[in-house]
């Protein structure tokens, strides 16, 4: 049944978000996808919200909070920081690539929790540096394979058969954005080796151009490598101020929730815990009237993306050591 599901999503990113989304949301231009006027803020649904958000935060940390000393420190501690980066890239990356074209959000997801993760990785491996060693050009082309190789994806899908999220038939075909994640770490991370797109004719290897070839993510990804050590180190999103430019007064609350959801992270001992969290997260914003339907799917890339970077970090770091990777 699981691969059923992933191959309903085989065709692509960029035909899920659009039947996920809908045309009434198109947007040309580098433009925030966000329109929403309301001042989030004195909506006292979303103080409901952020409430509901907290209590499963505190659900978690009951299981375990005599476990720990404090919860998640050391190795785990490790693994979920990396984590929460990887989810604030995919959520933010969403953002930048809707804001280039509304059609693009889900590639940027891809390539925004990649960025971030594999930054992480690196700045862990030299933390005096201040910025990062990262291969452009191959980190790119490695994005850009992986959009275009649906077996590879379908391998991928397989092989975190520990993630189980319960998003409902609807949102099946999202999964792809965690599959596409943990696929570009492992090439970029796993060897040296240069890897081309298949199909350059792939929808989702167009979207892909389309985005690097922005202004946008020109300037956000030099901002990113010249200030890597800064950014990586603040595990707030929503006061991460290299991430000004995609938050606005009617969509702050979603950088609320990010940040609320990482901090769920670090309570976590496990898969069970990390599926746990995503599944009673998602529930709570599906349920919600008032977040805009693109803005629940830019959240729902940030969560699907740390449930697979969960499980791809706890399978490829050793306790023995403390070390990832």
């Known amino acids: ?65 005599n476990e720990l000393e404090p919860q998640g420190w050391g190795w785990l501690l490790k693994i979920f920081r990396v984590v929460e980066s990887d989810v604030k890239g995919a959520f933010v990356g969403f953002q930048l690539g809707a804001a280039v074209h509304w059609l693009v959000g889900a590639v940027g997801a891809v390539v925004g929790g990649a960025l971030f993760s594999i930054g992480t990785d690196l700045q862990n ?19 850009q394979y992986v959009l275009s190789d649906k077996e590879l994806l379908q391998t991928t899908y397989d092989e975190y058969d520990d993630v189980s999220l319960n998003f409902g038939n609807k949102y099946d075909n999202l999964m792809i954005i965690g599959a596409s994640h943990n696929a570009c770490l492992k090439l970029y991370i796993g060897d040296k080796k240069m890897y081309y797109p298949k199909d350059l004719d792939d929808e989702d290897v167009q979207k892909s151009l389309q985005l690097f070839d922005s202004s946008l993510y020109n300037n956000f990804y030099n901002d990113f490598i010249i200030n890597s050590k800064s950014i990586l180190s603040n595990t707030l999103c929503n006061s991460n101020e290299y991430f000004r430019d995609f938050k606005n007064a009617s969509n702050i609350i979603n950088y609320e929730i990010i940040d609320l959801f990482n901090e769920g992270l670090e309570y976590c001992n496990n898969m069970t815990d990390v599926n746990s969290l995503v599944n009673s997260y998602f529930k709570i914003i599906e349920d919600n009237d008032e977040l805009l339907n693109e803005e629940k799917i830019g959240l729902y890339c940030g969560l699907i993306t740390g449930a697979y970077s969960a499980s791809f970090w706890l399978k490829n770091s050793s306790s023995s050591t403390d070390t990832i990777m």
């Open 125 to 143: 491996k030299a933390p005096a540096l201040e910025s990062i060693d990262l291969n452009r050009t191959r980190f790119e082309l490695i994005c």
């Open 1 to 65: 049944m699981k691969k059923s599901k992933l191959m309903k999503a085989i065709c692509g990113i960029l035909v899920t978000i659009t039947i996920l989304i809908g045309v009434s949301c198109s947007n040309n231009g580098e433009n925030d996808i966000i329109s929403d006027s309301k001042t989030r803020s004195e909506n006292v649904k979303y103080t409901n919200l952020l409430s509901d958000l907290n209590a499963v935060n505190d659900s978690i940390k009951s299981i375990h909070e």
